[in-house]
């Protein structure tokens, strides 16, 4: 219906200003603000955080000044980069007031105004022009040629025609035509308020290595007290003074607990992200870097992530039943058409049906431009697809236009759904073309429209195209009784490397879902593609009643789903015990990417997807997502290299401090020798861990069960045969200095250190043949071990420590000791690569 003047007068402005006191005005409330003391404070409650300042508070009272300092600045880098990413996710909700329209036009006392969209009321009259966003959720009265891109609330990639009588809903954009409705709802009651309110409520929980880390962080802090209280015990039954076993016992405190643990994780985290970047997949939040190495399942949305985001024709069937199939990147004229037998080129039939189409169409494309990359479209995105048909079969589309003037036409009609133009031929007469709906355009029981079935099953939107020679202009709106010239099956494409990028991820143990309001046929038909769905599997239907648990087992394409469901889906997963990466790039995915334990966004999308997801892919690739599940693996790997090099270093020293006593060593340690050795060995050497490179397979194993502790997979164990390999070697140095009169102290001192640091060596990763490097460690390694032995050689270190001077040959058998323990690990790790256990 077009609009006309006796559209209604709307309300006045005395009733919308009552209103607008009474109801509030066309927005949502902003979330509470949370004051920096506040968030400083839930950062700092984190259990290793906590245990962190326990271990400041000790040195600073044993005056390590190095030691405090170095704590003191993890925590501050920790907290600050903590507060940093908790400000950015709450700016999903600002960037949800950004995207609603700023103003509005509408009707009051029966003139039309321009007012702020925020002073909108129910019952305002709104009039809507191309490319206005709708303001508030409207009941259309008056609409001519409307078309609505509701892609960023539902997810459909395919403009909307709506009528009068229809819904337009807040957040949505008008394509083409024009209109004018009533406001229904507004602010939080709007389409758009509500998945605010989703946002706003939906918080995510603790990443699976903060939980693994907080757990862990507990239990050593119990075990490192109870360890000292134990040598606390012992030396004063062996009559050794309280004060000094007091200062003992709380070295031990400081040693048993691997204090640069959160300095390695933010460095490995650090360094991942930066890597991660470079691979254009940008970390909203450090700790997401790690938890996509945990991922057990991807949920992705299709359109803009599996598919390109754009209308293209994906295959032609000519009236003689010749079936061709189209390539082509987004809107770019270039591109191939091939038939069934895969032969690339255009004939003169599937010529005719594209210039058909291109001129019975009229829409344009625009080349690229300096702010835009690529081809995009000019007018329905429907048509823009005709038009690149057209190029792709090798029509130059601007001369046949010219060729073949249009003059007449009856434009698209929604209860027709067809469009009928008239235009004159080269050779004389004049030709008519009709394009529209199959059921609307071709007999009921013709063969072209059993195929157009056909190709709808493909999931695709299908175009019939008729046609026919005539010698004088008709009316076009009573045309009747053209020829079939052929059907054309338009799509959103998959991308080129959607289905390598599911084998990758099957190879690492991933499951990939297909989440989308879609139709189910077209999910299905997606998921084919793409290799994650099969004939005769089920399709999860969101219209079929509440997602469950059960429903979701071993499912891979979800179909109709809406935005309250997509999170319903993630805690039914998450219920299970999956790790769920979510993908999209609208609106309606914002919820559902901050309740995923990652929310990958789209760099492409809306904003509000941007700000509300944990990682951001520029690319809009999802094959960047594997080479960030495999940084993630890395990292993962890396933290527990060093929990095995520094809780068994930390394990030996208290076992060399219980035991020593008994086997006639007095006092193994002193405390400023342990926390010299724990200096240098959880330091640089610890920090430089975490940067090895990948060890090879890590995307062809199954990713870790969340469930599993850290600790997890073997690694408890290699941590107590290796801090008790490491004390057996250092005590056997002690006993054995000790009956040669030597100065065993010293060498006890020397032998842990430096054992310690050959340890590290041997866990570092496997290395490719070629691959990449950590020189770092190297470095590390050696500047540790000088000054090491700098403790029992230069006389201000040795007064300093309490140790005394050890010869050449004391050195030199401390060293070959000490290197036994990493050597017995690097030959177990050999063994084990080449198939020897």
């Not at 239990?219 to 040598?231: I, K, N, R, T």
């Not at 997401?288 to 299709?302: I, M, P, Q, Y």
């Not at 929310?599 to 690739?621: F, I, K, P, S, Y």
């Amino acid at each position: 219906m077009a609009l006309t003047a006796a559209a209604p007068i709307g309300l006045t402005a005395e009733a919308a200003a009552a209103r607008l006191a009474d109801e509030g005005p066309n927005s949502v409330a902003p979330p509470p603000h949370r004051h920096l003391p506040v968030r400083v404070l839930h950062q700092l409650a984190d259990p290793l955080v906590l245990l962190l300042l326990a271990a400041a508070a000790v040195t600073s009272a044993l005056g390590d000044i190095p030691d405090t300092v170095v704590i003191a600045l993890v925590v501050i880098v920790n907290t600050a980069i903590g507060v940093t990413q908790e400000v950015r996710a709450d700016r999903a909700i600002a960037a949800l007031d950004r995207l609603a329209a700023p103003t509005a036009r509408v009707v009051r006392d029966g003139t039309d105004l321009v007012i702020p969209a925020a002073d909108l009321v129910r019952e305002d009259m709104v009039r809507l022009e191309p490319g206005d966003i709708v303001p508030a959720d409207l009941l259309l009265r008056l609409a001519h040629r409307v078309q609505v891109d509701e892609a960023a609330l539902t997810g459909e990639s395919v403009p909307v025609a709506r009528e009068a009588g229809d819904e337009l809903y807040a957040g949505t954009v008008l394509v083409t035509g024009r209109a004018a409705g009533i406001v229904t709802r507004t602010g939080p009651a709007s389409a758009l308020g509500r998945i605010t309110a989703l946002v706003a409520t939906t918080r995510p929980g603790a990443t699976p290595l903060q939980r693994r880390l907080a757990g862990l962080s507990r239990a050593l802090g119990a075990a490192a007290v109870a360890l000292s209280a134990a040598v606390l015990v012992l030396g004063l039954v062996a009559g050794r003074p309280l004060v000094d076993m007091a200062i003992t016992a709380v070295s031990l405190v400081v040693a048993a607990v691997p204090e640069s643990l959160p300095a390695v994780v933010t460095l490995a985290l650090a360094l991942g992200a930066r890597r991660m970047a470079r691979s254009r997949a940008i970390p909203r939040r450090l700790h997401a870097v790690e938890t996509l190495g945990s991922v057990t399942v991807v949920a992705s949305d299709k359109t803009g992530t599996l598919t390109e985001g754009r209308m293209a024709v994906q295959a032609a069937l000519t009236n003689d039943g010749e079936l061709f199939r189209v390539r082509g990147n987004g809107y770019a004229p270039d591109g191939e058409v091939r038939d069934a037998s895969g032969t690339a080129g255009a004939t003169p039939r599937v010529r005719d049906l594209a210039r058909a189409a291109l001129l019975c169409s009229d829409a344009a494309l625009a080349a690229p431009a300096g702010d835009r990359p690529e081809w995009t479209a000019i007018g329905d995105p429907m048509e823009a697809a005709l038009v690149a048909f057209a190029a792709r079969c090798g029509l130059d589309t601007g001369a046949e236009r010219a060729a073949w003037p249009r003059v007449a036409e009856h434009p698209f009609d929604q209860q027709t759904r067809r469009m009928v133009t008239v235009h004159r031929r080269p050779a004389g007469g004049y030709l008519v073309v009709c394009k529209g709906a199959p059921e609307t355009v071709l007999a009921p029981e013709s063969a072209s429209r059993r195929r157009a079935d056909l190709l709808a099953e493909e999931g695709l939107r299908v175009l019939a195209v008729t046609a026919a020679v005539v010698s004088a202009v008709p009316d076009p709106a009573t045309v009747c009784g053209l020829e079939p010239v052929g059907l054309v099956g338009i799509g959103d494409p998959v991308r080129d490397a959607a289905t390598a990028t599911a084998r990758a991820f099957a190879d690492a143990g991933i499951r990939l879902l297909l989440i989308t309001g879609d139709h189910p046929a077209t999910a299905a038909a997606v998921g084919s593609h793409v290799g994650i769905w099969h004939g005769g599997d089920d399709v999860v239907r969101g219209d079929d009643g509440p997602i469950t648990a059960e429903r979701i087992d071993d499912m891979r394409v979800f179909a109709r789903i809406q935005p309250e469901q997509k999170l319903d889906i993630i805690a039914a997963l998450q219920a299970r015990g999956h790790v769920v990466a979510m993908t999209g790039d609208g609106v309606n995915d914002a919820p559902a990417l901050r309740k995923a334990d990652i929310g990958v966004a789209m760099g492409g999308g809306t904003e509000v997807a941007r700000q509300a997801a944990d990682l951001v892919l520029v690319d809009d690739n999802l094959a960047t997502i594997g080479g960030a599940v495999a940084e993630g693996r890395r990292i993962y790997d890396n933290i527990r290299r060093f929990l095995r090099y520094g809780l068994s270093g930390g394990l030996a020293e208290v076992l060399v401090m219980l035991a020593g006593p008994f086997l006639g060593l007095p006092v193994p340690l002193l405390p400023a020798q342990i926390l010299w050795v724990n200096l240098l060995t959880h330091g640089l050497p610890g920090v430089a861990l975490g940067a090895e490179p990948a060890a090879p397979g890590t995307m062809h194993r199954p990713p870790r069960s969340p469930q599993q502790s850290v600790l997890g997979d073997g690694l408890l164990r290699a941590v107590l045969a290796t801090g008790m390999l490491l004390t057996a070697v250092v005590l056997a140095a002690g006993v054995v200095a000790d009956s040669l009169d030597r100065p065993w102290q010293s060498i006890v001192f020397t032998v842990l250190g430096l054992g310690q640091l050959g340890i590290a060596l041997a866990v570092r990763a496997q290395r490719r043949p070629g691959g990449p490097r950590n020189p770092a460690l190297l470095a590390a390694v050696a500047l540790s071990a000088v000054l090491q032995l700098a403790g029992v050689l230069v006389p201000p270190l040795r007064d300093l420590l309490g140790t005394e001077p050890l010869t050449a040959l004391d050195m030199l058998a401390c060293a070959a000791v000490a290197a036994l323990p990493g050597l017995a690990i690097f030959l177990r790790a050999s063994f084990r690569t080449k198939g020897v256990d």
